[in-house]
């Protein structure tokens, strides 16, 4: 099958969407499919106005968008931005079907960056994914939370997957009189980091990312180890070292770093909110979630054991989530095809 995926969020930006974009479409090439991206990178770019450190495309073109949906193909849309509106723009208007996702809490985003009452944002959203044949999600509470927001597209479920060549337990290179406690990701508003670096646990904090929070925190908590941003072998070893994984984001919709902590056999502490909730639930041997995050901590810390972490993290693999996302898919039958190119 030839598959266009259309994106604001690509490579070289260091994010949960992005690299879950990246991964899948690795997989589905192995799995023998071509794949096209639309991605920033490919058109003409101007800074977040919300964030510096993310860029977003325009100047994007009708035609740009009539040959990258060339027949046959299915149309995945999978952000809401001005590539994924570009596309969603074009197929609306032909009567294409094609497939969207929801990888972010844009209304609660919105809020955090600029006071955008959460009810304005969410209506923007409803419209933009009402003529999607199907949302793709990562969790059953997303699929709630979206039916509870008037969301009348179909649903799908779409989970994620680790890389279990790269994460998994290592020994310790760390050494630390206290245990380390450990948080993974862009370092901005939205992720809620404070929450974690006012926890009074006795624990030594490491800070793993990079992003427009990341100096102001560092100098409020000198205290804390903020080591920028590490991928690979670096970031397998950095899970490795850690005693407990910190996930104090209240918006996320997923939160693919939990699952690579669990693979590398560490307990999780989060907050009990979609994304970390799902992936705990009915695994207490494998972290904690709990609305005051310390107590959240402590007890991961204490009753977290790391064969039940490798357990739950083997429900995740990158093969099953893409053979999951190829069978959402919507591809646009051959009459439809004939009309809109005529």
């Not at 907050?271 to 904690?288: E, K, N, S, T």
Request: charged share 20%; net charge positive.
């Amino acid at each position: 099958m030839r598959i266009v995926l259309a994106t604001d969020a690509w490579e070289p930006q260091v994010n949960g969407v992005a690299r879950t974009l990246a991964t899948t479409v690795r997989e589905l090439q192995r799995l023998g499919h071509e794949v096209k991206v639309a991605h920033p990178h490919l058109y003409r770019r101007v800074r977040c106005p919300f964030t510096s450190d993310v860029e977003l495309a325009w100047s994007i073109g009708v035609a740009d968008v009539r040959r990258l949906t060339r027949p046959p193909c299915a149309v995945h849309i999978s952000t809401e931005g001005p590539i994924g509106l570009a596309f969603r723009r074009y197929c609306a208007a032909r009567g294409l079907p094609f497939t969207t996702a929801y990888h972010t809490h844009f209304p609660e985003y919105l809020y955090e960056h600029t006071g955008v009452p959460v009810d304005w944002t969410a209506r923007l959203l409803r419209w933009f994914h009402r003529p999607s044949a199907g949302i793709m999600v990562a969790t059953p509470s997303l699929e709630r939370t979206l039916r509870q927001r008037r969301f009348t597209a179909p649903i799908k479920l779409w989970s994620r997957g680790i890389d279990r060549g790269l994460f998994y337990p290592r020994p310790k290179t760390i050494s630390s009189d206290k245990p380390i406690a450990l948080f993974v990701g862009r370092v901005a508003k939205e992720k809620n980091i404070e929450a974690f670096l006012l926890a009074r646990n006795a624990v030594a904090k490491f800070v793993v990312g990079d992003g427009p929070e990341k100096e102001a925190l560092a100098s409020k908590y000198p205290g804390v180890h903020f080591t920028g941003t590490m991928q690979g072998e670096e970031l397998a070893q950095m899970y490795a070292n850690a005693d407990v994984f910190v996930f104090p984001s209240r918006t996320d919709t997923f939160g693919l770093v939990v699952i690579e902590a669990l693979a590398s056999g560490v307990p999780v502490a989060a907050f009990p909110v979609p994304g970390p909730a799902d992936i705990l639930g009915g695994f207490p041997d494998a972290g904690c979630c709990d609305e005051n995050l310390e107590v959240a901590i402590e007890t991961a810390l204490r009753t977290g054991k790391r064969q039940a972490c490798l357990d739950l993290a083997g429900r995740y693999t990158w093969e099953a989530s893409t053979r999951q996302f190829l069978a959402n898919l919507a591809p646009i039958p051959q009459p439809s095809l004939a009309r809109a190119a005529s």
